[in-house]
């Protein structure tokens, strides 16, 4: 039976022992393994999984820690008998429907549409994933990461991130953001203007949600960040799609009757145009002007080629009409969910307590391991690598493009970690995505992003997650097919 039971898996990411413990303990409490059933010996499993026994031994002994299982003298081991005392007994339907069953269509009051993330599926599979957004694992700093996590749980750091901390963030790791990232962009805040939230979708969601509602306009760039728009129609406000050319958002008329903004200005999202210098002080004139806040998502401000980066929106605002929104994902990993909002204390003392209402914090823990990360110049040596990286298989892609698919267009970028192609007009990117998924390519098609009735010629090549060799043979492949879908 224990040879049914007892499967190890080659290709797992967890280590031998973990993955005995784990399928002890889950037979245990499924009840495959009565209170009075013998468990085999240490040395009877390690030779039936073909592992070391001293891996069987830790295991066993991990289990007789957590109370699965209890050692009898001369006997042997044993599932613990009180292990399953507080387990429900498992409903035999899970699909059984009665006359009284909710209707939980009818009982929903918003009902947002659910979107797959462009190119996001099954991605790592692909040999050539042009997906945005995503990091390459070899990039990622293992051994630091590894040492900063293992000294935030050192007995003292526990002490000051386990207990509930109400609404309030890791000092370390604001203090980092406030003295190492903001002054790169030419920001200065205080302790009590920043707020850590749970990488940038949540910042954008706790800021919409404050300042918007009903009888409020939302502007919001169009080619743009698809979720934002439903977010504002969620909370009742309405929305505008503003238009983006060369320079970014465009700064006309459109923004009078706008209450709130969004802008990314220092790599639009997802053409990466820059908006100038020029452009930036005339949206800040405009908000004082017309009265209207604008939120900076600087999302990819770390990933600048430039020799001298255009200053931060915020940095420029001397009406503290800015709030600034920034994160960690394009550089130290998107998994890790960690941003932040700078913005005038009256309006983050708000956000803490929305936040508090949704959250209470983000995980304290992960705050000090990234505050650790970061005091140390890890994060500065891992933005240098990604530079250079990043840099190389920019201009791969850029020489790429221009040999191989001369017919597209390619607005001014200046880093990132993304391409956006305006294709030959008769282009479709979304018959195009098909062909490419069934060679192992991954693009994203660029109507998504555009608020309705985008055109079907775009689309963007992400380069932070392919690795750099694959790059040229993929735009080969890549070629061919928009050759055959253009003739």
């Not at 750091?157 to 190492?180: F, G, M």
């Not at 002054?183 to 009590?192: F, H, L, N, V, Y």
């Not at 220092?266 to 452009?279: G, I, K």
């Given at each position: 039976m224990f040879k049914q039971l007892f499967h190890l898996n080659p290709d797992s990411t967890n280590t031998l022992q973990q993955q005995v413990r784990e399928q002890i303990s889950k037979a245990i409490l499924a009840g495959h393994i009565p209170a009075d059933m013998q468990l085999p010996?240490?040395?009877?499993?390690?030779?039936?999984?073909?592992?070391?026994?001293?891996?069987?031994i830790i295991a066993y002994q991990e289990l007789i820690d957590d109370g699965y299982l209890i050692s009898r003298q001369r006997a042997g081991f044993f599932a613990a008998p009180d292990i399953r005392k507080d387990c429900l007994p498992v409903p035999c339907d899970?699909?059984?429907?009665?006359r009284h069953t909710p209707d939980w269509q009818g009982l929903l009051i918003d009902k947002p549409e659910l979107?797959?993330?462009?190119?996001?599926?099954?991605?790592?599979?692909?040999?050539?994933?042009?997906?945005?957004?995503?990091?390459?694992?070899?990039?990622f700093p293992v051994k630091r990461w590894r040492e900063c996590s293992l000294d935030s749980v050192r007995t003292q750091?526990?002490?000051?991130?386990?207990?509930?901390?109400?609404?309030?963030?890791?000092?370390?790791?604001?203090?980092?953001?406030?003295?190492?990232l903001l002054?790169?962009?030419?920001?200065?805040?205080?302790?009590?203007?920043?707020?850590?939230?749970?990488?940038?979708?949540?910042?954008?969601?706790?800021?919409?949600n404050a300042l918007l509602g009903p009888g409020r306009v939302f502007g919001f760039e169009n080619p743009g960040y698809p979720d934002l728009s439903r977010i504002a129609r969620l909370v009742g406000a309405k929305t505008r799609a503003l238009p983006v050319d060369r320079n970014g958002l465009v700064v006309n008329e459109q923004l009078d009757h706008c209450d709130v903004v969004f802008t990314?200005?220092?790599?639009?999202?997802?053409?990466?145009?820059?908006?100038?210098?020029?452009?930036r002080k005339a949206l800040l004139e405009r908000a004082a002007a017309d009265n209207f806040l604008i939120i900076e998502d600087d999302y990819e401000c770390e990933t600048n080629f430039a020799s001298h980066p255009t200053p931060a929106l915020k940095s420029l605002d001397r009406h503290q009409r800015v709030i600034y929104v920034g994160s960690l994902s394009k550089t130290l990993s998107p998994g890790l969910r960690m941003g932040y909002i700078v913005a005038p204390k009256p309006l983050i003392a708000a956000l803490r307590e929305l936040r508090r209402l949704i959250l209470r914090h983000p995980p304290t823990n992960n705050q000090r391991t990234v505050g650790l990360f970061l005091e140390r110049g890890y994060h500065d040596s891992l933005i240098r690598h990604l530079l250079e990286v990043y840099e190389e298989r920019w201009q791969l892609i850029r020489q790429g493009v221009d040999e191989l698919m001369p017919v597209s267009t390619i607005p001014p970028t200046f880093g990132g970690s993304a391409y956006w192609i305006e294709g030959d007009a008769?282009?479709?990117?979304?018959?195009?995505?098909?062909?490419?998924?069934?060679?192992?390519?991954?693009?994203?098609?660029g109507q998504c992003y555009y608020d309705q009735n985008g055109p079907l010629n775009c689309f963007r090549l992400g380069y932070s997650s392919i690795a750099t060799e694959r790059i040229r043979p993929g735009l080969e492949r890549l070629a061919v097919l928009v050759a055959q879908l253009t003739r």
């Open positions: 010996s240490t040395r009877e499993l390690a030779r039936m999984l073909k592992i070391s026994r001293n891996t069987v899970h699909d059984h429907h009665t979107l797959a993330e462009p190119g996001q599926v099954r991605w790592q599979q692909a040999q050539y994933p042009f997906v945005y957004g995503q990091l390459d694992p070899a990039m750091s526990v002490k000051s991130w386990s207990s509930d901390h109400y609404n309030s963030d890791d000092p370390l790791l604001i203090e980092q953001i406030r003295s190492r002054p790169r962009r030419g920001i200065w805040a205080e302790a009590d203007e920043i707020l850590i939230t749970v990488g940038a979708q949540n910042a954008l969601y706790l800021l919409l990314t200005p220092s790599h639009q999202f997802p053409t990466t145009v820059t908006m100038p210098l020029d452009n008769g282009l479709d990117s979304l018959a195009l995505q098909s062909l490419a998924v069934k060679q192992s390519i991954i693009i994203e098609p």
